[in-house]
């Protein structure tokens, strides 16, 4: 199984403050049943620098904490990321990092940077959407599915 999963996941400090959201778990998983991960950051991916200020989503459009609109940079890294997955043959399944304005499943923070979230998906996960590409946030994640006979049991296509 071919699986993108978020950089930051994986323990790269690629995280808007330099660090990482390092998931044991989810790597240990990964490792004992051999999946063939690729790990995806779009916010690298479309020059946006290590740290940077906070971005949310707010009414469609991508802005940071000061107001400025990134938007532009945030769908030009989730679509070299996802041009970069198509090339090495798609994926069966993406793990991202939940609420993120580029990786968010299913819920975003709202814009007001007051850690409100709200129904959304992330730039890079509206491209996924399109393809029929399951997501599933890691925090929601079953581990034990990525070891099932159908190791996408569990794990709903995004609508």
Aim: charged residues 25%.
């Amino acid at each position: 199984m071919r699986i993108a999963v978020s950089a930051c996941l994986l323990g790269e400090q690629c995280k808007y403050n330099g660090g990482s959201n390092c998931n044991d778990e989810l790597i240990e998983a990964l490792r004992v049943w051999d999946h063939e991960v690729i790990p995806v950051c779009p916010e690298i991916a479309g020059g946006l620098p290590i740290p940077r200020p906070r971005a949310e989503i707010r009414a469609g459009e991508v802005v940071n904490e000061f107001g400025e609109s990134v938007d532009a940079a945030f769908r030009a890294g989730a679509k070299a990321e996802f041009g970069r997955i198509e090339e090495a043959g798609g994926v069966d399944l993406a793990v991202l990092q939940p609420r993120s304005p580029s990786c968010g499943v299913d819920t975003v923070y709202d814009g007001t940077f007051t850690g409100k979230l709200v129904p959304g998906h992330g730039v890079f996960v509206q491209l996924l959407r399109k393809r029929e590409i399951p997501a599933v946030a890691a925090d929601k994640l079953q581990l034990a599915d990525l070891g099932s006979e159908d190791e996408c049991e569990g794990v709903d296509r995004i609508a």
